[in-house]
C-alpha cells in the first residue's frame, strides 16, 4: 500500500512539472510579439507582462477602488478588437470580477495618471472558450491609460 501512495504522490508531482502544451504555446507567442516589437516587458508571476509606458504620479488602486480608464485593446498582430479612446472613460470596480482577470490585476500595478501596456495570455482575458468575436486560446495586448482612481472602503 505504502509503494502505491509512494508512486501515485510521484506521478502527480511528474505531471504537475510538466508544461501545458497551451500555455507553452501562448507563451512562445507573446515572447515572439516583444522580440518583434523590440519590448522589454517584465511577466509577472501570473503570466501577465507588464510594462510602464508614461509614469504615473497618482495613487495606485486597491480592490474595491472605482477606476476610469482609457484603453484600446489588440490582438498580438496589432488588430485592434476594442477602445475607448476619444469616448468616455469605462469605469469599472477593481478586484470584485466585473473585468477580465487580467484588467484586475494589471490595474493594480498602475498608479493615476500612468500609462501601461498589459499582455494577457488567455487564461487571464477570454480563455479556451472565447468570447466578443475573441478567438479561445488568444492572448490579447491592452495599452491602458488610469485616469482617476476613486477610493473604496478598504483604500488606505
Sequence with gaps: ????????????????????PVN?????????YLEANDIVAEKK???????????????MPVDKDTVEVHYTGEFLDGRVFTSNI???PFVFVVGIGEVIEGW???IKYMKEGEEA??????????GTAGTYGISGYTPLVYFITLDKVIPGPDHQ
Design 24 to 32: 507553452q504555446d501562448e507563451d512562445e507567442r507573446i515572447q515572439n
Design 86 to 88: 476619444g469616448g468616455d
Design 104 to 106: 484586475d490585476e494589471g
Design 45 to 59: 508571476e501570473s503570466g501577465l507582462y507588464y510594462l510602464e509606458l508614461i509614469e504615473g504620479t497618482g495613487t
Design 1 to 20: 500500500m505504502k509503494n502505491i501512495l509512494l508512486i501515485s504522490l510521484l506521478f502527480v508531482g511528474l505531471i504537475s512539472c510538466m508544461k501545458d
Design 117 to 126: 501596456m498589459i499582455i494577457l495570455p488567455s487564461w487571464l482575458a477570454y
